[in-house]
Structure formats: C-alpha cells, structure tokens
C-alpha cells in the first residue's frame, strides 16, 4: 500500500513541470506563413516584408523566455492586427520560433547583470 502511495506522490511531483502544451511547431509555422508572412519574415526562403517589422529569427534571439513571446501573442501591439489567435495557437507559433534556432536568453540579475557574466566585474 505505501508503494502505490510513493509512486502516486511521485508522479504527481513530476506533472506541474512539465508544460500544459508543447507548441507543434509544424502547426505554427502553417500559422506563421498565414498571418504573420505579410510582415515578417517567418521562413528561411522567404523574399520580402515591412523593413520594420523584426524577422521571426530575430524575434527567437531576443525574447528572454516563451512565456513573454507567448504573452506578446496573446496581446499585440498596436501596429500588429489581433488575430484572436488560441492558446494552442499561440504555444504552435513559439514552438516555431523557438524552431528557428533561437534560445531564450538568460534572464538579467536584479542588479542588471546576465547570469553567465562575472558578478564582480
């Protein structure tokens, strides 16, 4: 009886960690090409968008982490159309990006320096 218990706590200690839904980054990035290709450039072959607009390869190299990427999504700014996107969607569209090549950079300490700089320098 102890060991059921064990194994249930065991299993149940391990679920909060993993992510509520690993993106499809195939999905996002059919997603990506529809809405988002007028403006960025979403794809390696891609030819032309709005010089302003920042390359979802650049996009992936910026964001520190998906949960701030994912928020973006959610809520847009002004110049980009809100496209009621799901969160299923959304977690389609990071796993793309994140596809690109891009890692979520280090979160900054709270005196300003990235983890991986000397603290005393």
């Keep these: 009886m102890f060991i059921r218990f064990a194994l249930i706590g065991f299993v149940f200690a391990f679920l909060p960690a993993a992510p509520a839904h690993a993106g ?10 529809r809405w988002c290709a007028s403006c960025h450039v979403v794809a390696q072959n891609q030819r032309s968008a709005v010089a302003d607009a920042p390359s979802f390869a650049n996009i992936a190299e910026r964001r520190q982490d998906d949960h701030a990427l994912a928020d973006f999504l959610a809520d847009p700014h002004p110049k980009m ?11 389609d569209i990071v796993a793309y990006i994140r596809s690109l090549g891009g890692k979520p950079k280090p979160k900054p300490e709270p ?11």
């Design 24 to 33: 499809d980054a195939a999905h996002g990035g059919v997603i990506a090409k």
């Design 81 to 91: 159309p809100d496209m009621q996107l799901t969160r299923s969607e959304i977690s």
């Design 111 to 121: 005196g300003g320096k990235a983890p991986d700089q000397p603290k005393n320098g």
